[in-house]
C-alpha cells in the first residue's frame, strides 16, 4: 500500500494551497458577513482548471482523477467552506452526473461551458416532502411529443438560484416508484422555470441555497439524461462522489480549525505560560491530530476505490459520516482552546463551526448514511 500523493497531486496540493491562502483567506470573512456569491473566486477557479480536475480533456477537462479534486476541495475548505460547498455543487452534483450519463451531443454541448467556468452548475433533488426519503420525489415529468413538460418544487438548492445548467429529477412513471424518476437538465431562462427565495443559513454565507419551481415547463425530449426510469440510480451514484466531497470539505474545515487552535495555544498566554504548556490542551491538541488523520485516510481510500473503477458507496458512506463527525468535534475544541475569543467573530474558528454543521446534513443526513453503512454490512 502506498500513502504518498503522485507528483500530479502535490502539485495541485501546492497550487491550490497557494490561490487559497493568497486570494480567498483575505475574503472569507467579507464573504461570511456580505453573504454575497464570490463570482470572482469562481471564475479564478475555472482560470486555474479547478472545475475540470476529474474530467476528460476531451470536454475542457483538465484529465485528471477524482482524488484530484478532493485534495483542492479541501485546501479551499481550509480557509472557506463556502467556496469549497460551491465547488463541490457544481463539479460533483451538476458535471460528474452529466458525463457519467450524458450522450455524447448532451457532454459536448454542456460540459465544456461549465468546466470553463462561464456556466454555473446546480443539482436538484431535495423537495418539501422528499428530504432523506429522496424517491418520494413528486416532481413530475410527462412526455409530449418532443418535449417534457415539468411541474414541481425543489428546496435547499445550493447554486440553485445562480445556476445555468441544472440537473433535476422527476418521476416518470409515478406508478414504480424509485424505479419510476428520470433525470434532466434544464437551463436558465425556460420558460416554466422559476426561481423562489434565497435562504438565510447558519454557515456557508455566500453559497447560494433556492427554492426552484416548475410549472408546465417544456424542455426538449433530448434533455431526458441518460435512460428514463433510471434516474434513481443515477443520483445515488451522483450522491456517491457528492459525499466523498463532503468529507474533503469537512477535513478541509477541521484542519484549517486545527492549524489555527495550534498556533493559538502557542500564542496564548496564561499562568506565566503559553497554554500550549498544559496536558488539558496538548491531549486536545493529540485527539484532533489523530482525528484528522484518520479522516483524511478514509476520504482518500474511498477516492482511490473510484478510481479503480471498484464499488466505493459503503466506503464514501463511512468516510462522509466519519469526516463529518471529526470536523464537528475538531471546531468544537478549537474553539474550547481559543476560549472566550473563539466565541467571537473576530477569530475564523467561529465561522468555520458554523460553516461545518452543513456537512453532517448535506448529500444525506449521518443518519442515512448509518443506515447505508448498515444494509451493506449485513446484506439487507
Given at each position: 500500500?502506498?500513502?504518498?500523493l503522485?507528483?500530479?497531486?502535490?502539485?495541485?496540493?501546492?497550487?491550490?494551497?497557494?490561490?487559497?491562502?493568497?486570494?480567498?483567506?483575505?475574503?472569507?470573512?467579507?464573504?461570511?458577513?456580505?453573504?454575497?456569491?464570490?463570482?470572482?473566486?469562481f471564475?479564478?477557479?475555472?482560470e486555474?482548471?479547478?472545475?475540470?480536475?476529474?474530467?476528460?480533456?476531451?470536454?475542457?477537462?483538465?484529465?485528471?482523477?477524482?482524488?484530484?479534486?478532493?485534495?483542492?476541495?479541501?485546501?479551499?475548505?481550509?480557509?472557506?467552506?463556502?467556496?469549497?460547498?460551491i465547488l463541490?455543487?457544481?463539479?460533483?452534483?451538476?458535471?460528474?452526473?452529466?458525463?457519467?450519463?450524458?450522450?455524447?451531443?448532451q457532454?459536448?454541448?454542456?460540459l465544456?461551458?461549465?468546466?470553463?467556468?462561464?456556466?454555473?452548475?446546480?443539482?436538484?433533488?431535495?423537495e418539501?416532502?422528499?428530504?432523506?426519503?429522496?424517491?418520494a420525489?413528486?416532481?413530475?415529468?410527462?412526455?409530449?411529443?418532443?418535449?417534457?413538460?415539468?411541474?414541481?418544487?425543489?428546496?435547499?438548492?445550493?447554486?440553485?438560484?445562480?445556476a445555468?445548467?441544472?440537473?433535476?429529477?422527476?418521476?416518470t412513471?409515478?406508478d414504480?416508484?424509485?424505479?419510476?424518476?428520470?433525470?434532466?437538465?434544464?437551463?436558465?431562462?425556460?420558460?416554466?422555470?422559476?426561481?423562489?427565495?434565497?435562504?438565510?443559513?447558519?454557515?456557508?454565507?455566500?453559497?447560494?441555497?433556492?427554492?426552484?419551481?416548475?410549472?408546465?415547463?417544456?424542455?426538449?425530449?433530448?434533455?431526458?439524461?441518460?435512460?428514463?426510469?433510471?434516474?434513481?440510480?443515477?443520483?445515488?451514484?451522483?450522491?456517491?462522489?457528492?459525499?466523498?466531497?463532503?468529507?474533503?470539505?469537512?477535513?478541509?474545515?477541521?484542519?484549517?480549525?486545527?492549524?489555527?487552535?495550534?498556533?493559538?495555544?502557542?500564542?496564548?498566554?496564561?499562568?506565566?505560560?503559553?497554554?500550549?504548556?498544559?496536558?488539558?490542551?496538548?491531549?486536545?491538541?493529540?485527539?484532533?491530530?489523530?482525528?484528522?488523520?484518520?479522516?483524511?485516510?478514509?476520504?482518500?481510500?474511498?477516492?482511490?476505490?473510484?478510481g479503480?473503477?471498484a464499488?466505493?458507496?459503503?466506503?464514501?458512506?463511512?468516510?462522509?459520516?466519519?469526516?463529518?463527525e471529526?470536523?464537528?468535534?475538531?471546531?468544537?475544541?478549537?474553539?474550547?482552546?481559543?476560549g472566550g475569543?473563539?466565541?467571537?467573530?473576530?477569530?475564523?474558528?467561529?465561522?468555520?463551526?458554523?460553516?461545518?454543521?452543513?456537512?453532517?446534513?448535506?448529500?444525506?443526513?449521518?443518519?442515512?448514511?448509518?443506515?447505508?453503512?448498515?444494509?451493506?454490512?449485513?446484506?439487507?
Open positions: 500500500m502506498d500513502f504518498q503522485t507528483e500530479e497531486h502535490v502539485l495541485i496540493k501546492n497550487m491550490v494551497r497557494e490561490f487559497a491562502e493568497k486570494e480567498i483567506a483575505p475574503r472569507a470573512e467579507e464573504i461570511d458577513a456580505t453573504d454575497q456569491f464570490p463570482a470572482d473566486i471564475k479564478r477557479m475555472a486555474l482548471g479547478l472545475l475540470g480536475i476529474p474530467f476528460a480533456e476531451t470536454y475542457s477537462g483538465a484529465g485528471g482523477d477524482y482524488l484530484g479534486l478532493l485534495i483542492a476541495m479541501e485546501e479551499i475548505a481550509r480557509v472557506s467552506g463556502t467556496v469549497a460547498i463541490d455543487a457544481h463539479t460533483s452534483v451538476c458535471c460528474e452526473p452529466i458525463y457519467l450519463f450524458g450522450t455524447q451531443a457532454k459536448q454541448k454542456y465544456p461551458p461549465l468546466l470553463s467556468g462561464e456556466k454555473i452548475g446546480a443539482f436538484g433533488l431535495t418539501p416532502n422528499a428530504g432523506s426519503d429522496a424517491g420525489t413528486r416532481t413530475s415529468a410527462v412526455r409530449d411529443g418532443d418535449q417534457w413538460v415539468i411541474n414541481g418544487q425543489k428546496v435547499f438548492i445550493t447554486n440553485g438560484s445562480i445555468d445548467v441544472l440537473v433535476i429529477t422527476a418521476k412513471d409515478p414504480k416508484g424509485t424505479r419510476g424518476i428520470s433525470s434532466f437538465i434544464i437551463e436558465k431562462g425556460t420558460p416554466g422555470f422559476q426561481l423562489g427565495r434565497d435562504e438565510k443559513k447558519m454557515g456557508l454565507k455566500g453559497s447560494v441555497t433556492s427554492e426552484l419551481f416548475f410549472e408546465n415547463c417544456r424542455i426538449p425530449a433530448e434533455n431526458l439524461l441518460g435512460t428514463e426510469n433510471e434516474g434513481f440510480k443515477q443520483f445515488l451514484t451522483a450522491l456517491d462522489a457528492g459525499r466523498l466531497a463532503i468529507s474533503a470539505m469537512a477535513v478541509g474545515l477541521a484542519q484549517g480549525a486545527f492549524d489555527r487552535a495550534v498556533a493559538y495555544a502557542k500564542e496564548r498566554v496564561q499562568f506565566d505560560r503559553p497554554i500550549a504548556q498544559f496536558q488539558a490542551i496538548q491531549w486536545m491538541i493529540a485527539d484532533m491530530a489523530t482525528d484528522i488523520e484518520a479522516a483524511r485516510l478514509m476520504v482518500h481510500r474511498a477516492a482511490w476505490l473510484k479503480q473503477g464499488r466505493f458507496s459503503k466506503e464514501a458512506s463511512m468516510a462522509k459520516l466519519f469526516a463529518t471529526v470536523s464537528e468535534r475538531v471546531c468544537y475544541k478549537a474553539i474550547q482552546i481559543h475569543n473563539g466565541y467571537m467573530r473576530e477569530y475564523a474558528v467561529e465561522r468555520m463551526y458554523r460553516d461545518q454543521r452543513l456537512c453532517a446534513i448535506g448529500e444525506g443526513t449521518n443518519e442515512i448514511q448509518r443506515l447505508v453503512i448498515a444494509r451493506q454490512v449485513l446484506g439487507l
